[in-house]
């Protein structure tokens, strides 16, 4: 199982980034797919998931409205797209599946939002 996230980068307040997590080993829509985030000196936090069956999404409240979360079951890949980014928004991007007990994370993209 492989995880790789890629997209993130540079933006100004209120610009937009769509990040995506390319996954190998198993089948992106057979398993719930979560996105979350780690800021300097913070823990980690949840942004949001799309289940599998369905593919219905969940958000925290911080990104609720501005984030959305997209599942692409031809290229097995999952995607972010953040819109009105804030300062706030700062932090290291992860990719996630839960898979027979196991944990499984990519290894990050940077998204910095500054001006």
């Known amino acids: 199982v492989q995880l790789v996230e890629s997209g993130g980068g540079l933006v100004q307040p209120g610009g937009s980034l769509r990040l995506s997590c390319a996954a190998s080993?198993?089948?992106?829509?057979?398993?719930?797919m979560s996105w979350y985030r780690q800021a300097p000196g913070k823990e980690r936090e949840l942004v949001g998931g799309?289940?599998?069956?369905?593919?219905?999404?969940n958000y925290a409240d911080s990104v609720k409205a501005r984030f959305t979360i997209s599942r692409d079951n031809a290229k097995n890949t999952v995607y972010l797209q953040m819109n009105s980014l804030k300062p706030e928004d700062t932090a290291v991007y992860y990719c996630?599946?839960?898979?027979?007990?196991?944990?499984?994370w990519g290894q990050g993209t940077q998204v910095t939002v500054s001006s």
């Open positions: 799309i289940t599998s069956a369905g593919s219905s999404t």
């Open positions: 080993g198993f089948t992106v829509s057979s398993y719930a």
């Open positions: 996630h599946v839960k898979r027979r007990t196991r944990d499984y």
